[in-house]
């Protein structure tokens, strides 16, 4: 269920983006690293307790990152997993198992780290470009050789040593703050988007978590 916004906050925009590569980076070194252990120890059954303990670890880092998209882009995420059944320890284990919630969220984790690489590099591309543009009028002066050279400072395309001849630039510097805002808005807003379709509930599972409170309900009923 989203919230009635817009769109995320920009504040919040900009710190949930730049903490997606190095979550992504501890999350994908994490999950290959503990499902290669598990499935390669898998047969001493050593390797058992290792990938129940990923699958209790991703759930867990799930509801985590429910409460970050809710907290820095203002979004909440419904909790989609299927009642565990009652009884033994094995039945309530299967049950996480088959529960298609804990595979999207492993999937989501897996994803994490490419879309965090995205996402850094485009929102400070364009944000160093279009401050280093504004500010250009200010220290230019403390370049070397007090000028600014464009494209670079071998190849001397065009020359500003002067305020005035920066000031066009600065102005470009401005609409370029304007575009990053946009850009930074819309990809914490995609984000919010792919986090929903991997950690919040699908129209299935909520037919089956009625069908299950129903029959719940039923049964209690019954037992009165």
């Known amino acids: 269920m989203g919230s ?11 710190v949930f ?41 991703v759930r867990g880092a799930a509801r985590m990152e429910r409460a970050r998209v809710y907290a820095l882009l203002d979004r909440y995420i419904d909790l989609p997993y299927l009642p565990l059944p009652v009884g033994k320890q094995s039945l309530r284990w299967k049950g996480r198992l088959k529960d298609p919630s804990t595979w999207r969220d492993l999937t989501y984790f897996f994803l994490l ?77 995609m984000h919010a988007r792919v986090a929903n379709a991997l950690l919040g509930t699908t129209v299935a599972q909520r037919r089956r978590m009625e069908r299950w409170w129903e029959d719940a309900e039923e049964k209690n009923l019954v037992a009165g």
């Open 4 to 14: 009635a916004r817009q769109g995320p906050p920009f504040g919040g925009s900009v």
């Open 17 to 57: 983006l730049l903490m997606n590569l190095p979550m992504g980076v501890v999350a994908f070194a994490l999950l290959t690293t503990f499902a290669a252990a598990g499935v390669g120890t898998a047969v001493v059954w050593v390797g058992v307790g290792l990938l129940a303990l990923l699958v209790l670890a």
């Open 113 to 189: 780290f490419p879309l965090g690489i995205v996402e850094f590099v485009l929102v400070t591309t364009f944000w160093s470009t279009s401050l280093a543009l504004a500010g250009l009028p200010i220290y230019f002066r403390w370049l070397p050789d007090g000028a600014y050279y464009f494209p670079s400072y071998d190849v001397r395309w065009l020359a500003v040593d002067s305020t005035v001849e920066a000031l066009p630039w600065a102005a470009l510097g401005v609409l370029f703050i304007a575009l990053s805002v946009a850009l930074t808005k819309a990809l914490a807003g």
